[in-house]
């Protein structure tokens, strides 16, 4: 009984672990404002606690066992394994702009399927996969699918041109009277300024054209009078 409860209680702390791995290095990376220095500093964890801690305990206690090829080469590629995991967390959430929220149940819905497929086709015990084992991986399939799916998403900032442009029409708008010009006097008519060239009413000034040099009365040719007819 001592045995079951303590497996369970390596479990969650497993799974507690594991869970709170991607939300602290999303904000960890955030910080250091790079994925390779936060991967480093993931490292540099690793190194002490399954480097320095294991060798503390083997020089002071002692353990079963021997150094065997075989042995290395598999731990240490079950190492790169975890080691690259990490890495493809930090790449997902940091730089393929994923998030947490929902990375992580991805990862750890397709981590299961991989074990049992890896384990089953290693020891050959694709015959002990019994139809509620297999109904269980399928509905974490569909679980991780669903998560992809439906995924929580920022809502979309408005573009900021559009709102500094509202923020000048109600400025423009709130401003009092007096303050805003008529647009008669922005944009004289051109039979306004055919009145100040004196000219007959079959002449006309082009817009273009100031009063001061409408005033001769059409004895310059059009282009120099800027009126015509």
């Not at 250091?32 to 002071?60: D, E, H, N, Q, T």
């Not at 991989?114 to 399928?138: C, D, E, H, R, Y």
């Amino acid at each position: 009984m001592l045995q079951f409860v303590s497996m369970l209680a390596a479990i969650a702390l497993t799974a507690f672990c594991w869970g709170v791995y991607g939300p602290v290095l999303h904000i960890g990376s955030g910080q250091l404002g790079s994925a390779l220095r936060a991967f480093m500093c993931v490292g540099m964890a690793y190194f002490g606690i399954a480097i320095v801690v294991p060798l503390a305990i083997l020089w002071k206690t002692g353990e079963k066992g021997s150094w065997t090829k075989t042995g290395v080469l598999w731990s240490l590629l079950a190492g790169a394994a975890g080691a690259l995991g990490a890495l493809g967390v930090i790449l997902a959430v940091r730089v393929f702009g994923g998030q947490p929220i929902y990375v992580m149940p991805l990862v750890f819905g397709g981590a299961p399927v991989v074990n049992t497929l890896l384990n089953a086709t290693m020891t050959k015990s694709f015959g002990q996969l019994k139809a509620p084992f297999l109904a269980g991986l399928i509905l974490v399939v569909t679980g991780a699918a669903t998560v992809l799916i439906f995924k929580p998403s920022a809502p979309h900032a408005a573009p900021k041109a559009v709102a500094t442009a509202t923020a000048a029409d109600t400025a423009v708008a709130d401003a009092p009277a007096a303050e805003k010009p008529a647009a008669s006097t922005l944009v004289p008519k051109v039979e306004q300024r055919a009145e100040k060239c004196f000219l007959p009413r079959r002449w006309r000034c082009s817009p273009g054209a100031l009063t001061a040099r409408c005033s001769t009365r059409g004895k310059q040719p059009w282009g120099e009078a800027g009126c015509g007819r």
